[in-house]
């Protein structure tokens, strides 16, 4: 178990967190008493089962949600002290999103959707590091093109972009790859885990898929807003087999 | 089929709100001057039934002229009151008379309004045939007592034994109050003013010794009303020129005659209502089409399962039947309220206008109700039969939000309206009729809101480029969602484009109406002050004022300008009166033939379009009838351009006539070697004697009546203000809408960092940007349309036209504030977006 990891190296760290959406008898606790924390430069994936609390837990660690009780940090930040203004700045400047779907703004061309945080930010970015990134993507002849204009798989890899230009503490990516077909989605883990190797970058995937969580470093499953337990360098077949004893 | 609308119809309570909003506001204008209407003619329906519940009959003149405001007869004599009084039949009669008098309040300033309800002199008169009941002190009796009506001795604080100013044909002259008295049951009717004296002092101060406008006959019950009318006539000789109506019939025709006065203004008023209603329409289809395009998965899971394209087209129908019927019902309702609004509104500017209780016609509330469910139908057709078209398969894509409108058919359609209508207002411009000029409008401005969507983006783009640099990228965006929905731009654009081409074009006729005022004073007025009234046609100056004037030392020289209603061949018009003698270098028509000095009794000028127009040139004949009945064949001496009116005859013309002739203005000519400022405070010494007149100097003077036309531009602005408020309303639904719409777009901001006051921001510009959209659109438009127009109705061409720029850079910023009003809402509504259910909405 890796959850008393030193909290100078964690990009993000939950301390029991809880978080329960209604009341009486429609208390839902869809996270109960959390703890876990996501080391800086890897690439980290949370897996579970529907409801277990995988998404919640996200976004309570991304500053999206707010939790009932507990404390969460993102470097060493407590999310817990800052206001909303406060929040949104610290998303903007040290976490990156990846969704599912509908990750663009259909309105800006790719470019400008790679540098929104930027720009909300009032911020020029470092220049080098966005070209770099552009390449590493290679969508450079793609830029001037509105989302509309992009295939799905070019649509997320503008996303992934757009998450790493800030060069922020963590990025969280909600099931990444969950409307591609697996081409491109293989294209997009590739290029997750190159920015977490070669760009020192740290990532946190959402991922129900064993082929796509191997690609992580270390997986930390949940099971009914539990922390059920974790595995490091996985492989699809170790990650499937754990996942039929999880329930046991 | 039907029940499952209504079930889908409220269990959206949010969109049905929304939509019953527009029909609400659209319909409670109607509902309210419908309300407003009939409340007054009921009113007035109740005062003059108990009024004249005790005359039997009324005899007055045969004589009289139409003055387009109702028909003014010609004077009685009194002794007709003899033989009225000596017919069997008769118990009581009494003179009576409603002539100018103006009541001078304390502090010197005359009571009631220039334009507002009339300033009437009368006779007070004990008889139980009179029509008013004494309420404290007693009746007047002599040349220097005077009685007023409640309402006016209270507005003026008066009470019995205080000295009373009052002006009138033969003067200005002081009075001691001796009574106080009602009309019928109520303090003053309509607003209007009375001073009312015993018969002579009446008679020989408001009108000429030996004359009333009419008789109150009162029956001793032995007769019928009609026997007593048939009586009257046979007893009266033929010479007198009288005729007898009945109690009822003078109680009919005097309510009409009120009716026709009111009837003006409540055209005026509901013309303005159903401006507003069409507004509303706009609002109504866009909230439709918005809807009909974000449930188009709702539809399409219909079509999917079965459902017919006819029965998904009436599903939304049904909805808008449901909306438009309680959106009507509602807006009747609110315009209950409204119409008090309305005669509060009107009180406190001066137009008092008796309601009593409230009169709401069964056949109103159909009507309305009918109106706004209709309207709202017919606007729903086209969204409706679209929601139809969707495919089945739409159900399982993803919707389609942003469409691409096609546009060729849309382009031909516009540029076809707006040529026709070019050629209307072409035809116009080359003296075609005022119809046409309006169809010709009609076919511009129905052609733009045509092509509206197919250069709502490229200018959206244009105006929003200041924002997009200024406002970094949250500006960009901005210009982007108002430019991404071209359709939905021009629809949510079109309410504030058709308020804004209103306004400007009527600022422009405005505009250069003040500028015509101006040449056309500038031209004939050579003066140095004018004293002026601004009633025309009853009332005003007594002519004897500029006599007083002429002598004052520091004058060399006075004319009198006045008009008075006359039958002038087939027509009616005011005409004006000048005197010839005097009017040499003061008053100065622009002659095109002929000349104005030594205009004999005999002859008259016209008006040089008229005169082409009534196939009249110099030595023509013309018969001109006064309103005392005398006619006299004048010859045509002259034509001239520019000036009021068509006719203009000398003021020795009325030297034997009853017809009571007043000045509207007094030109006055300085002596030379006085001083300006001793002249002025010379003649408004006599001026301030006379209570009413504003002494102006020649400039001021240019100033003040061109500002009159201001007066008439700020009742259309009032009147324009509902269809503004429609406007905002439509941009707040359609940006509620459309922040509803992307809500995964505003998560996915929020999400990656746009902080809630950079999500306000957003929609404000948006919301800017639309609104100014419509606003330099209407502006193009109206100025088009105002040039059009003055161009058409003046003669001298393209110069007439002025361009109002300080009132269009007014309206600009206008339409900036509603942008951003309207924005407060939609933009809260957005920062209170859910990241997380927006983003999972996926």
């Known amino acids: 178990m890796n959850q008393n990891l030193d909290p100078k190296n964690a990009a993000a760290r939950a301390e029991s967190a809880s978080k329960i959406y209604g009341s009486g008898e429609n208390e839902v606790r869809a996270l109960d008493n959390v703890t876990v924390s996501f080391e800086r430069g890897k690439f980290s994936a949370i897996m579970g089962p529907s409801g277990s609390g995988k998404s919640t837990l996200m976004h309570i660690l991304a500053g999206l949600d707010a939790l009932t009780s507990g404390k969460v940090f993102i470097g060493d930040v407590d999310l817990s002290t800052l206001n909303d203004k406060e929040i949104t700045k610290l998303r903007r400047e040290k976490v990156g999103f990846v969704f599912q779907s509908f990750n663009l703004i259909p309105t800006l061309d790719a470019y400008e959707n790679i540098t929104l945080p930027l720009s909300l930010g009032k911020r020029d970015g470092d220049e080098t590091w966005i070209n770099q990134v552009i390449d590493t993507i290679s969508l450079a002849d793609r830029l001037e093109h509105r989302p509309s204009e992009l295939s799905g798989g070019q649509q997320q890899r503008v996303a992934v972009a757009r998450a790493l230009a800030t060069r922020p503490e963590i990025i969280f990516a909600d099931e990444p790859t969950g409307n591609l077909d697996s081409k491109s989605g293989t294209d997009i883990l590739t290029f997750m885990r190159l920015a977490v190797t070669e760009l020192g970058q740290t990532i946190v995937m959402v991922t129900h898929d064993a082929v796509w969580a191997s690609y992580a470093d270390r997986i930390v499953f949940l099971s009914d807003g539990h922390v059920a337990g974790e595995m490091s360098n996985p492989s699809p077949e170790k990650v499937l087999e754990y996942l039929k004893h999880l329930g046991d | ?842």
């Open chain 2, 1 to 842: 089929m039907f029940r499952l609308s209504l079930k889908m119809t409220l269990a959206r309570k949010g969109r049905l709100l929304l939509t019953s909003l527009a029909i609400i506001l659209g319909t409670s204008f109607l509902s309210g001057t419908t309300i407003f209407s009939d409340t007054i003619n009921s009113t007035f329906d109740r005062l003059f039934t108990d009024v004249f519940r005790d005359i039997d009959a009324y005899v007055r003149s045969t004589d009289s002229v139409d003055t387009g405001f109702g028909e003014q007869w010609a004077p009685s004599p009194i002794e007709a009151l003899d033989t009225i009084l000596g017919v069997k039949g008769v118990s009581a009669a009494v003179g009576d008379m409603q002539s100018y008098a103006r009541v001078i309040g304390k502090d010197g300033e005359p009571l009631g309004e220039d334009q507002g309800p009339p300033t009437f002199g009368g006779i007070a008169s004990e008889s139980v045939a009179g029509l008013w009941n004494v309420d404290s002190g007693r009746l007047p009796v002599g040349s220097d007592e005077v009685m007023l009506d409640r309402a006016t001795a209270e507005a003026g604080e008066f009470v019995v034994g205080d000295k009373v100013r009052v002006t009138a044909l033969s003067g200005s002259r002081e009075f001691t109050l001796v009574g106080v008295a009602n009309y019928g049951d109520i303090s003053s009717p309509g607003g209007a003013t009375f001073a009312l004296f015993d018969q002579p002092t009446a008679s020989e101060f408001l009108l000429k010794p030996g004359f009333v406008d009419a008789f109150l006959v009162q029956g001793d019950g032995t007769l019928s009303d009609e026997e007593l009318a048939k009586a009257i006539d046979a007893a009266l000789p033929k010479s007198a020129k009288l005729e007898t109506l009945t109690g009822a019939e003078i109680t009919e025709e005097t309510t009409s005659q009120i009716k026709t006065v009111l009837g003006f203004f409540t055209t005026f008023l509901t013309a303005f209502s159903f401006i507003a209603l069409g507004i509303g329409c706009f609002v109504i289809y866009n909230v439709f089409s918005i809807t009909a395009a974000q449930r188009q998965r709702e539809s399409a899971l219909l079509r999917a399962i079965g459902a017919s394209r006819r029965q998904v087209t009436i599903s939304l129908l049904v909805e808008a039947l449901i909306v438009g019927l309680l959106g009507s019902i509602i807006g009747f309702v609110s315009g209950i309220g409204l119409s008090r609004l309305l005669s509060a509104l009107l009180n406190a500017v001066g137009l008092e206008i008796p309601t009593t209780g409230l009169t709401i016609a069964t056949n109103a509330i159909t009507r309305i109700v009918l109106i706004g469910t209709i309207v709202t139908v017919l606007s729903a057709i086209l969204p409706a039969l679209r929601s139809g078209r969707v495919p089945p398969l739409a159900a399982m894509r993803d919707t389609v939000l942003d469409t691409v409108p096609k546009l060729g058919r849309r382009i031909l359609v516009g540029l076809i309206l707006i040529v026709l209508g070019a050629i209307g207002l072409l035809a116009a411009l080359n003296g075609a009729r005022v119809a046409i000029l309006g169809l010709g409008v009609l076919g511009v401005f129905a052609g733009v809101l045509v092509l509206g969507p197919a250069f709502s983006k490229p200018v959206a783009m244009l105006l929003g480029k200041p924002v997009a640099s200024l406002r970094g990228v949250t500006g960009s965006m901005s210009r982007q969602n108002a430019a991404r929905n071209p359709k939905r731009t021009a629809r949510t654009a079109a309410p504030v484009l058709i308020g804004v081409a209103l306004v400007t074009a009527f600022t422009a006729l405005a505009a250069s109406v003040k500028n015509e005022i101006r040449g056309t004073i500038g031209a004939s007025f050579r003066g140095d002050f004018a004293l002026s009234v601004n009633s025309r046609g009853f009332g005003g100056i007594p002519t004897s004022v500029t006599d007083k004037i002429k002598v004052l030392p520091e004058v060399s020289r006075a004319t009198g300008v006045g008009f008075i209603a006359a039958k002038v061949g087939d027509e009616s018009p005011f005409i004006l009166v000048f005197d010839p003698k005097t009017a040499d270098g003061l008053y100065e028509f622009e002659m095109v033939e002929g000349a104005q000095t030594d205009l004999g009794d005999d002859e008259i000028l016209v008006e040089a379009d008229k005169a082409v127009e009534k196939n009249l040139v110099v030595g023509s004949s013309v018969q001109v009838t006064l309103i005392d009945g005398s006619s006299k064949q004048l010859k045509v001496a002259g034509t001239y351009k520019n000036a009021y009116g068509n006719y203009a005859v000398s003021r020795e013309l009325f030297a034997d006539s009853t017809s009571p002739l007043f000045d509207s203005f007094v030109y006055i000519r300085v002596a030379s070697g006085a001083d300006n400022d001793a002249a002025e405070k010379a003649i408004s010494t006599v001026s301030s004697d006379l209570g009413i007149g504003t002494l102006e100097s020649r400039d001021a003077y240019i100033d003040s009546q061109a500002a009159q036309v201001d007066q008439f531009l700020a009742l259309i602005y009032g009147l324009l203000f509902l269809s503004v408020i429609i406007a905002i309303v439509g941009i707040i639904i359609t940006l509620l809408l459309s922040v509803f719409e992307r809500k995964r777009e505003i998560g996915l901001l929020r999400a990656v960092g746009m902080t809630r006051s950079q999500v306000r921001m957003m929609v404000r510009w948006e919301s800017v940007i639309t609104s100014l959209f419509g606003a330099v659109t209407g502006v193009v438009l109206g100025v088009l349309t105002g040039m059009v127009i003055v161009i058409s109705l003046n003669d001298s061409g393209f110069s007439a036209f002025t361009l109002p720029i300080a009132n269009t850079i007014t309206i600009l910023i206008g339409a900036f504030i509603i942008g951003v009003v309207a924005a407060v809402f939609p933009a809260w509504r957005a920062t209170r977006t859910e990241i997380i259910s927006a983003i999972a909405s996926a």
